[in-house]
């Protein structure tokens, strides 16, 4: 009876395909390792890096040594926060024209453009393919004082709205905030129109079918099935639109004047010429802590997590 309760060997065929098993489990873990690597080394470390030297003291003569000194980031803080205040209007009102510029044209694309679909996605992100740093100095010549545009604006009194709204000065645009937001507005324009685009694509079309049987308008469709259904696209757009216009600088440099710099140029004065590396970490960190807590916020307001 003992011999017969005892369970028979396993056969010998089972060991190679446990081991077979077991290393198919481990085949996700593999593949992730050199992302978890890349972050590592090139996000992980830097952060750490630039942590301890937020909290540094002392100069470039004699050395910078960690002596956990907090006091740095209110300094910071106290003494620039207009320029924290104005990238996040300026960021905010770039985030929003985009939003109302690309919207219609996602829309069209993933509805209206048929045959010519492909050739419209091109001419979006066909920008790429030139400098970030060529772009904006593009900009220069189309809003150079006597141009085109100015002269336009000018003649339709737009610059008389913009100057008494303070964008303005009244008789030029280069150098003042209205340059600024359209250089951001043109610059992340695209990040806006590709996660729209993806989003509205994925409607399924019988579900405008079903609003017109149920005699729905046109406005009434877009405003209960349309609008409601691409919000993971609003939300991801407006989050690639919005974070990293919020830190830029370039736009802000080559646009604007001193009156309209950024917390970005101020990040970047202090880390290549006042050399004042403590002050710049403490910045980027307050700037991070702010977009953090915004992002964090409006992603739970906006009702939604599917933000692919």
């Not at 290549?272 to 307050?286: G, H």
């Amino acid at each position: 009876m003992t011999a017969l309760a005892e369970a028979p060997p396993a056969p010998s065929d089972e060991l190679p395909v446990r081991k077979a098993s077991a290393r198919k489990r481990l085949v996700p873990y593999w593949l992730l390792l050199p992302g978890i690597l890349w972050l590592i080394v090139f996000f992980a470390l830097p952060m750490v890096y630039q942590a301890s030297t937020s909290v540094q003291t002392g100069s470039l003569e004699k050395g910078f040594q960690v002596t956990w000194h907090f006091q740095t980031y209110w300094d910071a803080f106290k003494e620039y926060y207009p320029q924290f205040v104005r990238s996040l209007l300026y960021a905010g009102t770039a985030t929003l024209l985009c939003l109302l510029l690309g919207y219609p044209l996602a829309y069209l694309i993933a509805f209206k453009a048929g045959r010519w679909r492909n050739l419209v996605l091109v001419l979006v992100i066909a920008p790429f393919f030139t400098s970030f740093l060529i772009r904006t100095l593009a900009w220069k010549t189309i809003l150079a004082d006597g141009g085109p545009v100015v002269h336009a604006l000018s003649t339709l009194h737009v610059l008389d709205v913009t100057s008494w709204l303070g964008w303005t000065d009244g008789s030029r645009v280069l150098a003042t905030p209205m340059a600024v937001v359209c250089g951001l507005t043109y610059n992340f324009l695209p990040f806006m129109i590709l996660p729209l685009y993806t989003s509205l694509e994925r409607i399924d079309s019988r579900l405008h079918e079903a609003a017109g049987d149920l005699y729905a308008t046109p406005a009434t469709t877009f405003r209960k099935v349309t609008f409601p259904l691409s919000m993971p696209g609003v939300v991801s757009g407006t989050l690639l639109t919005f974070i990293p216009a919020s830190g830029d600088y370039v736009n802000a440099e080559l646009l604007g004047s001193t009156d309209q710099k950024m917390v970005g140029n101020v990040i970047q004065s202090q880390f290549l010429r006042v050399l004042d590396y403590p002050t710049a970490a403490a910045l980027s960190f307050i700037l991070m802590a702010i977009v953090l807590i915004m992002v964090t916020v409006y992603i739970r307001r906006s009702g939604t997590e599917d933000l692919v």
